[in-house]
């Protein structure tokens, strides 16, 4: 296979390894308080749009907020082995994962709290979160332990962690917990719990190709300016290249938006977004059904552009912008050329067979930082 | 002449059209999943000013950001510009070091040949913009 190949593979692989999520958002990178305060409001939006209940909503929440929490206190300053948060929902089932890093010498006692809270009943668990509130034992960095203890009653203790080795000071910590619609005190499926392996490969797959951000499930204009608000952020202070790769993230959003196929009757089209980075390149990826007979025409439009030079690319977009023989609601004509002139590189892009009405469709916009 | 105004959202400009003011004001972020439809009631009421213009008309342009079906409208807007009887102004404002959006103005300038006048936005919060005759 060629690099090619192999990267149009990354989000068909991508996409593959969330298919039996209904929806599924993962952020891999540097957190602050906006990121976070945005990723809980996209998360918010999807619960929103599929009607969740009231109650599921606020245990979602509070799960949400005390893991963010953790990962936000207990971040590489480095910035080398970033944090990562994973929000999936399946079959009225929510799964969070976090991964931070923990120090060796941490991990005995930590791992010693999460023996113990797994072992208590809900009663006890809420014993024992009074008694650790009382005798005040905080780690140092605070508040973590009874962060832990907090998600394991708000998840009816349906916890799991891992910690995996970086060195001889640092490990991963994998904590993963899942939310069901089940009464408290019921007995958690264990079965859920084997999530927890699908998301140490997916951090590992992630790490491995630089993936910053993905986001995979339904996209409609309201995702899309909560997706951009986080790469705003995300990206603040990189001038240009922040700008371009907005611009370039719109158009390849909106065009899920508009020519992608619902999968379901759910308010937005089914479709998978990342962007990776490798050296100076920026990677923006997206992934979503397509109806078979667009086939044709779409890699004729993309072969079009990248068969133009600078030159004929910039006459191509000016006669477009004032042809108004299309004009209308789903297309300008523009958001192609667009691609190909901002990024400064060839569009790419491939197709995987799904059934006999459509394809998955994925698509590669390239940006490059030292060429800005 | 009833003014039309349109407040600012996360993905549409800010629309002042009010002929009690100097200028006509576009301003913000475009990028509505359906731009031929927001900009149309901005067409309608041009269309309906055009009949009585005031001499001069200058039309602000302080846009951060839009996306490519916004263009399109764009494009539209200036041609119903250039159609008019009576003298019409643009001022394309750009953030100091927002290329692109310069590259925007002046492709604009160039292809409708309206008179475009390119206002640099300084990066500290300042009064005293800087104006470039292209």
């Known amino acids: 296979m060629s690099p090619y190949d192999q990267k149009q593979g990354l989000a068909f692989e991508l996409y593959d390894s969330f298919k039996s999520a209904d929806l599924s958002y993962v952020y891999h990178g540097q957190f602050t308080q906006k990121i976070t305060d945005l990723i809980i409001m996209l998360a918010e939006i999807n619960m929103n749009r599929t009607g969740e209940s009231a109650k599921i909503k606020k245990r979602v929440f509070s799960i949400m907020v005390e893991s ?126 084997v999530q927890i392996d699908n998301i140490f490969l997916l951090h590992q797959l992630l790490r491995q ?164 | 002449m009833k003014p039309l105004i349109i407040n600012a959202k996360e993905d549409t400009p800010k629309i002042v059209l009010d002929t009690d003011l100097d200028e006509f004001i576009i301003s913000g972020r475009s990028l509505p999943e359906d731009a031929h439809d927001f900009y149309k009631p901005l067409f309608e009421w041009l269309l309906e000013y055009v009949k009585k213009p005031k001499p001069v008309t200058t039309f602000r342009f302080e846009l951060e950001y839009y996306n490519t079906s916004s263009s399109k409208q764009l494009s539209k807007l200036f041609l119903i510009l250039k159609e008019f009887p009576a003298k019409v102004r643009i001022l394309w404002y750009y953030h100091h070091d927002d290329i692109d959006m310069l590259e925007n103005g002046k492709r604009y300038a160039k292809l409708t040949g309206l008179d475009f006048t390119m206002i640099s936005i300084p990066a500290v919060e300042d009064d005293s913009f800087e104006i470039v005759i292209n």
């Open chain 1, 68 to 193: 963010l929490q953790n990962i936000t206190r207990h971040q590489d300053p480095d910035d080398e082995y970033q944090g990562f948060f994973a929000i999936e929902q399946k079959e009225g089932n929510y799964f969070i994962t976090t991964v931070n890093l923990i120090h060796n010498a941490n991990i005995a006692h930590v791992e010693g709290l999460l023996k113990k809270i797994k072992s208590l009943t809900p009663e006890e668990l809420k014993i024992y979160y009074k008694s650790v509130l009382l005798e005040n034992e905080l780690s140092s960095k605070g508040g973590a332990g009874l962060g832990l203890i907090e998600i394991a009653r708000k998840s009816n203790n349906n916890v799991s962690y891992h910690f995996h080795p970086i060195n001889n000071d640092y490990s991963y910590f994998y904590f993963h917990t899942c939310i069901t619609p089940q009464e408290e005190g019921e007995v958690p499926n264990d079965t859920d719990l």
């Open chain 1, 209 to 372: 190709n630089g993936v910053q951000i993905i986001f995979n499930g339904l996209f409609n204009q309201e995702s899309l300016i909560n997706l951009l608000n986080i790469i705003e952020n995300q990206m603040a202070g990189l001038g240009r290249l922040k700008r371009v790769v907005f611009n370039l993230m719109v158009e390849m959003l909106q065009n899920i938006v508009k020519h992608g196929i619902k999968a379901s009757d759910k308010d937005g089209n089914q479709g998978i977004f990342f962007i990776n980075r490798k050296n100076s390149q920026y990677i923006l990826n997206t992934g979503n059904y397509i109806l078979i007979n667009a086939k044709k025409p779409l890699i004729e439009k993309i072969e079009y552009v990248n068969s133009l030079n600078h030159e004929q690319l910039n006459d191509y977009y000016n006669s477009c912008l004032f042809d108004f023989q299309i004009d209308n609601s789903k297309e300008s004509g523009l958001g192609l050329i667009e691609l190909r002139m901002k990024s400064n590189n060839k569009l790419e892009y491939g197709f995987h067979p799904v059934d006999d009405e459509k394809l998955f469709f994925t698509f590669k916009v390239t940006v490059d930082s030292q060429e800005l």
